[in-house]
């Protein structure tokens, strides 16, 4: 269908806009690393002083709760990201649904290159998403954040665990950079991150992780403020923080894409949308159709660079469990149900945002 204004028809204008690169496939040189400076410093003391969680593994910086590994690397991103015009930062507490939108996001930017549907050459058909889109804090830890990221061609998506609070303004103030948030019930995060956590801890007690969780100081805790930190941006500029929620995503993928498509700039043209093309993408991404794939059965990353932001144990299989809402039940009392839930309701009340 032509555009009566300019005579153009939407899906040359799409395929001409550039699509985003799976990270994976960025070479880089052996040149000076940016950030060894910082990494260095972390080595020492830096974060031996920091308050620690040491079942757990975690550190408190900055007010939230972190993997000590990452230290180094959030404090590099906070000093050294060198934002660019169009960059997409993907932000999430840990298990509640990162790998479905890096895979959403990464199919909706690059549909003009990559058709969602009949594209045998697909990134995402031989890409785990996490390997299409960076996890900053473990690639700026490893030492490859600044030259991946230069390296990498725009529009740049990237993805965090930080809180609001602790991003750098490059990310947080900058009118140039988009921020898609999504978030899940604490509870079904809690269960998921058990399971994953007992990959590298088969003795972690569900009860050390729940009790850490109450008090704030899980992963990513308190998950109250990581939750208020983006709730807050999204209401004071809808235009640069998007905030989705991992239940309305399984409730209505389509409706949902289409939001992310228009937040992301490039929505779906009226032929795209009569071509149901938001269906293919949600198609492609979907829990199913991405643990089957070959890529994603496999018992190790895929890449180099995936070895590097991920633990071993951590392999792409390893990110595709149930992929639903409410598994909770299966493993929580009524009584642990109701502590979490009042623990989050009290410190979201007046915010405008309830997970109930
Ligand atoms: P991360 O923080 O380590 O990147 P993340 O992707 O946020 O993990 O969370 C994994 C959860 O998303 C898993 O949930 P579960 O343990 O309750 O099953 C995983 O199954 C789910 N998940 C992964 N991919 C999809 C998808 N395409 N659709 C829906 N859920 C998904």
Redesign the pocket.
């Known amino acids: 269908m032509a555009n009566a204004a300019t005579g153009t028809d939407p899906a040359t204008v799409l395929s001409a806009l550039p699509a985003p690169v799976p990270f994976k496939d960025v070479v880089v040189g052996d040149g000076d690393d940016a950030d060894a400076s910082v990494l260095e410093e972390c080595a020492g003391a830096a974060v031996s002083a920091l308050p620690s969680n040491p079942k757990l593994f975690l550190r408190r910086y900055l007010g939230t709760w972190v993997l000590e590994t990452w230290v180094p690397g959030i404090v590099a991103i906070q000093r050294g990201f060198a934002p660019r015009r169009g960059d997409v930062v993907l932000a999430?507490p840990?298990?509640?649904?990162?790998?479905?939108l890096k895979?959403l996001a990464f199919a909706t930017m690059a549909r003009g290159a990559h058709p969602p549907a009949g594209d045998p050459g697909h990134p995402l058909l031989r890409a785990n998403p996490?390997d299409c889109v960076p996890f900053m804090e473990r690639l700026f830890a490893a030492g490859l954040g600044s030259k991946v990221m230069d390296a990498l061609p725009s529009p740049r998506l990237m993805a965090t665990?930080m809180h609001h609070s602790i991003l750098p303004a490059s990310i947080a103030e900058n009118p140039d950079c988009k921020i898609v948030y999504i978030c899940r019930d604490p509870k079904?995060m809690l269960?998921?991150m058990w399971?994953?956590s007992r990959r590298i801890r088969p003795d972690l007690a569900f009860s050390d992780l729940f009790e850490a969780a109450c008090e704030g100081s899980c992963l990513s805790g308190p998950i109250w403020d990581h939750v208020l930190g983006y709730w807050n941006a999204s209401k004071a500029s809808p235009e640069r923080v998007l905030f989705l929620r991992y239940e309305e995503m399984?409730r209505d993928p389509v409706g949902n894409v289409v939001k992310l498509s228009q937040f992301l700039g490039r929505p779906f043209s009226p032929a795209e949308a009569e071509a149901g093309v938001a269906m293919d993408v949600v198609r492609l991404?979907?829990?199913q159709k991405?643990k089957d794939l070959e890529v994603n059965r496999a018992d190790s990353g895929s890449s180099p660079l995936g070895g590097v932001i991920r633990e071993g144990a951590f392999v792409n299989s390893s990110?595709?469990?149930?992929?639903?809402a409410g598994?909770w039940a299966n493993h929580m009392t009524p009584e642990m149900a109701r502590r979490l839930d009042a623990a989050m309701e009290e410190r979201l009340r007046g915010s405008g945002f309830s997970f109930s």
């Open positions: 999430s840990p298990k509640c649904g990162t790998t479905w895979a996490h665990h079904d269960i998921s399971h994953f399984l991404c979907s829990f991405l990110y595709f469990r149930r992929g639903e598994d």
